[in-house]
């Protein structure tokens, strides 16, 4: 589409995003996210992935929201399992860096969900077809041709595992799918539910108020989820979804979960009938 000057952008553009990633000392995490906060391809994938999931099927966010509140909690999860004594896998199995750890589950969190502009039927399969390009194209110049090829094998590993049946094998295949979960704020469940429909998924989404990702204290996993409720049906989105999450994780036994109802009980539902 031809904009009034002729010029060949689409007036349709969406606007920039800002991934607000605490970036600390590590350049290439910088450097990495300022290409993507500055790539348009990358905004379109976001948007195509919300009008299939939202607009389509009528499900919650899957876009750039989605995705970016996915990279700072699992950015959160690894620097506490890594301060923690925990080896990132890529450090372990390739000689490589922390900081290369972070740049994984970044990159994992982000495109966790390309392959919604497909389908959502096996979306974590096109999703592999949809970003090995687009990431390639991020990490060269970042990276030589070598780390390169080691970084998209983390990265497409994380993408696929954060679905079942696939099993995460590396620690940061299993914090972006720990991270992916903790999305559960205010009705932002990742259970799929039907908009307007009430029912335990929609009544239980509504139920969480606030999730906060923590560093254990003395003899506690180091990692700590506390999850605020408002109404006790909070547990239905906790219970199918979280907990089965971290379990097939490979994670477990570093996190911690600690769910509340604080205050009054907030009454969602007047009656419920059919």
């Known amino acids: 589409m031809s904009d009034q000057n002729g010029n060949g952008n689409s007036r349709r553009a969406t606007t920039p995003i800002s991934l607000s990633l605490p970036y600390q000392e590590n350049q290439k995490l910088r450097r990495v996210a300022e290409r993507i906060e500055k790539d348009e391809r990358l905004r379109g994938i976001w948007k195509c992935s919300n009008v299939m999931a ?73 999703g592999i077809a949809v970003a090995y390009s687009e990431i390639g194209r991020i990490l060269e110049g970042v990276y030589p041709p070598y780390e390169v090829t080691v970084m998209l094998s983390e990265v497409m590993h994380t993408i696929v595992s954060h679905e079942e049946p696939h099993k995460p094998l590396s620690i940061e295949a299993g914090v972006v799918k720990v991270a992916d979960a903790l999305d559960m704020e205010k009705g932002r469940a990742r259970l799929p539910f039907e908009a307007g429909r009430v029912d335990i998924h929609s009544v239980s989404a509504l139920s969480i ?66």
Do not use: C
């Open 209 to 274: 108020e606030k999730v906060r990702i923590q560093e254990g204290t003395g003899a506690e996993k180091p990692v700590v989820i506390r999850i605020t409720m408002s109404n006790s049906a909070g547990i239905f989105q906790i219970d199918e979804l979280l907990k089965p999450r971290i379990e097939s994780s490979g994670l477990q036994k570093y996190i911690h979960v600690v769910a509340e109802v604080v205050g009054p009980e907030k009454k969602i539902l007047e009656k419920f009938e059919f």
């Open 54 to 126: 939202i607009e389509r099927l009528g499900y919650t966010d899957h876009g750039a929201t989605h995705v970016k509140i996915v990279a700072n909690s699992a950015l959160k999860i690894l620097r506490i399992l890594s301060k923690s004594g925990v080896v990132p896998s890529i450090v372990k199995d390739y000689s490589m860096e922390e900081d290369d750890a972070e740049v994984v589950v970044v990159l994992g969190a982000l495109f966790h969900d390309a392959g919604m502009i497909v389908t959502r039927t096996d979306h974590e399969l096109f």
